[in-house]
């Protein structure tokens, strides 16, 4: 659906981006990250078709956005950090507006009023602009994104200065359009990231340092993999048998949290997922797994690690 291909762009001698590569298949919801000043805005105005690149392709849709920007754009429906609303106008006035400005070819009223009961804003659709919350005109904003259907939505920042109840509503709102549409999602705000995205990408000083989900992310950067397990089963035999399993570094007993078991905590090498032996050695000897957890780094652990690093992790 998105195909970014060696996308260069420079202002003089500094590179805003460079040379960075992705793909998004149909149906993904993507989360981009980056520091501040990491080329992300650059890399979304480039899809967008808002700036040309000095060098690479951007494939929207099947559609060279550098080549034929019009008929890409058609595919695009963008949400900026601050929505393009015109405050004197009703909302009304102004869906209109944006279907005759994207030439829309849907029937105007159903077109409309379908996008309206979507967002969920039938109520203030007679109502000013400059008259409506925060809230409400970031669902005006997600509206015109969607008038003409368009497969895939760019949205830099959707929450930003929303109260927590409205940030809910937005990230529901977010949800529901992803199973219809591509989505790519701008935003300082890793929980955001965590909860709507099937898939993180994050750049940094202009290069994409890190593409993959947000638990092989974890796994990947983490470097050593602690565990937690509860096993029904003898303390000293269980403790034994894990510490013998290849890859083990560390095995040791946690304490009784449910009767006849034994909680572990084990420590792995690095990059070694010791899940499936441990598993296969815990059927074999007959002891039963209650549970097992990860005790991996938090999502904001992981992105101020590849940060500081500088290093790529992908997605194999």
Not at 94 to 117: G, P, S, T, W
Request: proline content about 4%; glycine content about 8%; overall charge neutral.
């Amino acid at each position: 659906m998105i195909e970014v291909k060696n996308i260069v762009k420079k202002y003089g001698d500094k590179y805003a981006v460079n040379d960075v590569s992705f793909t998004i298949n149909a149906g993904e919801i993507v989360g981009f990250l980056g520091p501040n000043g990491a080329g992300k805005s650059t890399t979304m105005n480039i899809l967008t078709g808002y700036l040309s690149a000095n060098s690479g392709t951007a494939i929207i849709d099947g559609t060279d956005i550098l080549e034929n920007p019009t008929a890409a754009k058609r595919r695009i429906g963008f949400l900026p950090e601050q929505p393009p609303l015109y405050m004197d106008m009703t909302v009304k006035e102004y869906l209109n507006f944006v279907y005759d400005l994207k030439k829309c070819k849907f029937a105007r009223k159903e077109h409309l009023e379908e996008i309206c009961e979507l967002i969920k804003i039938q109520d203030v659709y007679g109502r000013m602009i400059k008259n409506l919350s925060k809230g409400y005109r970031q669902r005006v904003g997600f509206a015109q994104a969607l008038v003409g259907n368009p497969p895939v939505l760019i949205l830099d920042e959707p929450t930003v200065g929303l109260d927590p109840r409205q940030i809910i509503e937005i990230r529901s709102l977010i949800r529901r359009l992803g199973k219809k549409h591509t989505m790519i999602l701008s935003t300082h705000i890793l929980q955001e990231v965590q909860s709507v995205c099937d898939r993180i990408i994050v750049i940094n000083k202009g290069q994409l340092i890190a593409d993959g989900t947000a638990d092989s992310l974890t796994y990947k950067t983490a470097g050593n993999r602690k565990l937690v397990a509860r096993i029904a089963g003898g303390k000293a035999e269980v403790k034994k048998a894990i510490r013998a399993l290849d890859g083990v570094l560390f095995a040791d007993e946690m304490g009784q949290k449910e009767p006849g078991t034994c909680d572990f905590l084990i420590e792995s090498q690095p990059s070694v997922d010791i899940r499936k032996p441990f598993f296969r050695m815990l059927a074999e000897r007959g002891w039963v797994l209650m549970g097992l957890k990860s005790m991996d780094m938090s999502l904001e652990d992981v992105f101020v690690n590849l940060i500081a690093n500088e290093g790529g992790v992908e997605e194999e």
